[in-house]
C-alpha cells in the first residue's frame, strides 16, 4: 500500500511560480511511475505530467510544456512539480498519483493510476 500526501499549493499571481511535492510512504516508491494530474471547477481531470520509474525523459501534457518540470528524489520518496510562469487557467487542484512500472509516455486523461493524493489547491490570479 502506498500513500500519496501533496503540498505546497496556495495563490500566486499569474506569471508566478509555485513547486509542489508529493511525499510517499512505502517501501516501492523506486518502482512507481509517478505524474501530476490536475481538475478545475466543472472540468475534467487533465494530465499534466508523468515520469517514469527509471527515470528517462518525463511526459507533459500540451498546456503545461515548457513552464512545468516533474523531478523525482528516491532517498526521499518524493516528487516534485515546479510551476513557472503560471496562468490563471492553471487554476485547479492539483492530484499527484502513482502506478507501478507503468510508461510514462502511456499516461493520458483518464490513466487508471494505482495511488492517488488527496489534492492541494492551485490559484493563478490574473
Known amino acids: 500500500q502506498v500513500q500519496l500526501v501533496e503540498s505546497g499549493g496556495g495563490l500566486v499571481q499569474a506569471g508566478g511560480s509555485l513547486r509542489l511535492s508529493c511525499a510517499a510512504s512505502?517501501?516501492?516508491?523506486?518502482?512507481?511511475?509517478m505524474g501530476w494530474f490536475r481538475q478545475a471547477p466543472g472540468k475534467k481531470r487533465e494530465f499534466v505530467v508523468a515520469m517514469s520509474w527509471f527515470g528517462g525523459n518525463p511526459y507533459y501534457g500540451d498546456s503545461v510544456k515548457g513552464r512545468f518540470t516533474i523531478s523525482r528524489d528516491n532517498t526521499k520518496n518524493t516528487v516534485y512539480l515546479q510551476m513557472n510562469n503560471l496562468k490563471p487557467e492553471d487554476t485547479a487542484v492539483y492530484y499527484c498519483?502513482?502506478?507501478?512500472?507503468?510508461?510514462?509516455?502511456?499516461?493520458?486523461?483518464?490513466?487508471?493510476?494505482?495511488?492517488w493524493g488527496q489534492g492541494t489547491q492551485v490559484t493563478v490570479s490574473s
Open positions: 498519483a502513482g502506478k507501478s512500472r507503468s510508461y510514462a509516455s502511456g499516461w493520458h486523461d483518464e490513466f487508471p493510476a494505482d495511488y
Open positions: 512505502g517501501r516501492s516508491f523506486s518502482s512507481y511511475t
